[in-house]
């Protein structure tokens, strides 16, 4: 590859990066909208949150077609290749977290006009700044190529996971204390997941982080265990290849 293209290749990789960093910041931006959308029973404020997710959308196909151009024209090895791969898979990671925190905004409109108890507003609360943390530290963990900081994701997530299974306690307990109506403690248990879920996706844009540094990710640990049962089988699985090479490779 010439300078001249080498250069254009790795002005094109960091727009790809810088792409992926605006809209994990993107999705940081959104949730405590939602949440104080759903929490005020505000509806404009909701249907602009849902409006803006289109610029989501949009982010996403953009990046879609950059890391295919990438890929058709520049040929990339090694790292390089890691890079884009993990840009790849990280789209529609991020871009479902945003339809999540979407789903919240919509569901200012189903259930509109309900007074919440202060102990489930405040696990709401807590939720929507756990969530929005994860999400702000693992766009830093991407930026930053923070292999420590990605895997830490994981166990910071417990603390949202802690929250959604005591928003499920609350909700039930409201529902036989008061006989609230079932489909508004549907409704409740619903955005305690879609919370839940925006943090699984946080923890898995920390656990790409590894594999554009090392190649790494977590199926390989299960991967490996099952080659190791089956090398004594008669049906021996060839070697498993990987994109964990090293910048010489290109």
């Given amino acids: 590859m010439s300078d001249m293209l080498r250069t254009n290749f790795h002005t094109d990789l960091d727009a790809v990066r810088n792409e992926i960093v605006r809209m994990c910041a993107m999705v940081t931006e959104m949730i405590p909208r939602a949440t104080d959308a759903f929490l005020n029973n505000d509806l404009a404020a909701a249907q602009r949150l849902i409006d803006d997710d289109d610029e989501l959308d949009a982010a996403a196909v953009n990046l879609d077609t950059m890391c295919t151009q990438l890929l058709a024209l520049q040929q990339p090895m090694a790292t390089d290749l890691r890079e884009i791969v993990a840009a790849i898979r990280l789209n529609p990671e991020i871009e479902r977290s945003g339809d ?5 905004a919509k569901a200012t409109r189903r259930m509109f006009g309900t007074e919440y108890e202060p102990n489930i507003r405040g696990l709401i609360l807590k939720m929507s700044e756990e969530a929005q943390r994860l999400f702000r530290l693992a766009g830093q963990a991407y930026a930053d190529r923070d292999v420590a900081l990605g895997a830490a994701l994981d166990d910071i997530d417990d603390r949202l996971d802690e929250h959604a299974n005591d928003l499920m306690t609350a909700v039930l307990n409201n529902h036989k204390e008061n006989e609230s109506d079932p489909q508004t403690s549907i409704q409740m248990a619903l955005i305690g997941r879609f ?13 790409w982080v590894r594999f554009v540094a090392e190649g790494w990710t977590p199926e390989q640990v299960g991967a490996d265990r099952a080659m190791k049962r089956r090398a004594g089988s008669p049906t021996h699985m060839p070697e498993r ?10």
């Fill in 195 to 207: 919370y839940e879920r925006i943090g699984d996706h946080a923890v898995n844009v920390g656990d």
């Fill in 241 to 250: 290849t990987s994109l964990a090479g090293t910048d010489e490779d290109e």
């Fill in 100 to 104: 999540l925190v979407t789903n919240i």
